[in-house]
């Protein structure tokens, strides 16, 4: 076996240690310096493995390098998120004189959509049609589309995608994805279709992003469809992504007890599908149901995280069981290994100010590590004005000002305390007071 084919083994296992004993072997032997085939299987191998810098630092080191080189170590920072590493190897690149590839052009192009340049995108847009790369290409017809969409430019998006010379199941499944998170889900739907019609099979990703263009809309005819559609495929077994979809689909429609039904038949959930499940039930006040889940799901293995807790918290809010939310606020990081997020502090100060224990919402908010944050203080004002009670409502509103004088949301509540309580020379004040900050 040769040292390229170990190292690509190496890589798919992610065994380093193993890889960094061949890079030894290699470089005792001096094989990189007329071998650019095994240069770049090296970089592979440690882009393959996470250890992006290793591979930028042996890329350097190389005594020839092309393209193929140079698209390995793009790729590997465009996969995790490094955008604009993706981008500076890529001027490096045309630096050193070599013409991007197909390859190069699609993982910048990813590079780009995460961080909105589109200007950068442009311009490679143009290279592209200027070398005819797209007839050869559906990976960069996606990548094109792909980097509109994530720019907001969803129209040019859909007009690039109209033109490709061949559309693929990846270019609309691009489209449709960025519909649905913008909860464009009828133009979601319509692709979907539109899909379908030109004879393309839907694959998983196109099915979880149609699925969530439903919830969006509440087309709960449609996700059924979608739904005996990957049951005829088999595609639920062992896709966790699809089958959290699915339920939240059913969950968005209001369909619980089918998204009950979906959850249990399920083969394999993690904590984003009883994330999902209670949830659902949390909003609709089945305080119970979504206990006894927070049970199952930790006798299946799986460990609850910020987001079950909050669903947790909202569920006791819900039923008016503020001891019971109190009580597991407290236990959060002795009983789950998570401690409050902002997210918990503000649960458990809409708690308590809805059940009227304005004092005890605001030992929550003064137990904070830090509590500047003007969504917990407009929690408390918000509960202040529900029971007009003015004192905690001036001290409310006084940090709100100090965080931000220019929400016109706190001054418009306390005017609304101040003209319940028939203060109305304070509530005028108060509204001059937002005039001349200009709070809007």
């Known amino acids: 076996m040769t040292f390229a084919s170990v190292l690509k083994a190496c890589g798919s296992m992610k065994a380093i240690s193993r890889g960094e004993q061949i890079h030894h072997e290699i470089a005792r032997h001096r094989l990189l310096d007329k071998d650019i085939v095994l240069g770049n299987a090296l970089v592979d191998m440690y882009v393959k493995c996470g250890a992006l810098l290793k591979a930028q630092e042996v890329l350097k080191n190389l005594p020839s390098r092309d393209v193929i080189t140079w698209s390995t170590l ?40 995460a961080i909105g340049d589109i200007e950068q995108g442009e311009k490679i847009h143009e290279d ?39 559309r693929s199941v990846g270019s609309w499944t691009a489209l449709i994805a960025v519909y649905a998170q913008l909860a464009q889900g009828e133009q979601a739907v319509c692709c979907f279709e539109q899909m379908q019609h030109e004879g393309l099979q839907p694959n998983s990703l196109t099915f979880a992003s149609a699925l969530k263009a439903c919830g969006t809309i509440g087309a709960i005819d449609k996700g059924e469809q979608i739904h ?59 305080s119970d149901y979504v206990l006894n889940c927070l049970q199952l799901m930790q006798h299946e293995g799986i460990h609850p995280n910020a987001s079950t807790l909050s669903c947790m918290l909202n569920a006791c809010r819900f039923r008016g069981l503020v001891d019971d939310a109190y009580i597991y606020f407290m236990n959060m990081s002795t009983n789950y290994g998570v401690g409050p997020h902002l997210e918990h502090y503000i649960s458990m ?27 917990v203080w407009l929690a408390f004002l918000g509960a202040c004005q529900k029971w007009k009670d003015i ?50």
């Open 228 to 286: 005996d559609e990957i049951s005829r495929q088999g595609l639920l077994g062992s896709d966790v992504a699809l089958g959290n979809a699915l339920v939240d689909m059913y969950i968005k429609c209001g369909a619980l007890l089918k998204a009950q039904k979906v959850f249990e038949m399920l083969s394999a959930r993690n904590v984003a599908t009883w994330n999902t499940l209670i949830a659902g039930f949390a909003q609709v006040g089945q």
């Open 349 to 375: 100060v809409n708690s308590f100010g809805n059940a009227g224990h304005l004092d005890k919402a605001f030992n929550i908010i003064q137990g904070m590590p830090c509590s500047d944050y003007p969504e």
């Open 74 to 113: 793009i790729s590997g920072y465009a996969q995790v998120g490094q955008a604009d590493q993706a981008l500076a190897c890529f001027r490096e690149m045309q630096l050193e004189g070599l013409s991007p590839n197909a390859v190069t052009y699609a993982c910048v192009l990813k590079a780009c959509g």
């Open 391 to 440: 004192s905690f409502g001036r001290w409310a509103f006084e940090q709100l000002i100090q965080l931000n004088k220019n929400d016109a949301t706190a001054y418009i509540i306390m005017i609304n305390i101040y003209s319940a309580t028939g203060m109305q020379d304070e509530a005028i004040m108060i509204e001059n007071m937002m005039n001349e900050n200009n709070a809007y």
């Open 128 to 166: 592209v049609m200027q070398q005819g790369l797209l007839k050869y290409s559906e990976v960069l017809g996606t990548a094109l589309v792909d980097m509109y969409a994530k720019c907001g430019l969803l129209s040019k998006a859909k007009y690039v995608h109209d033109k490709l010379p061949s």
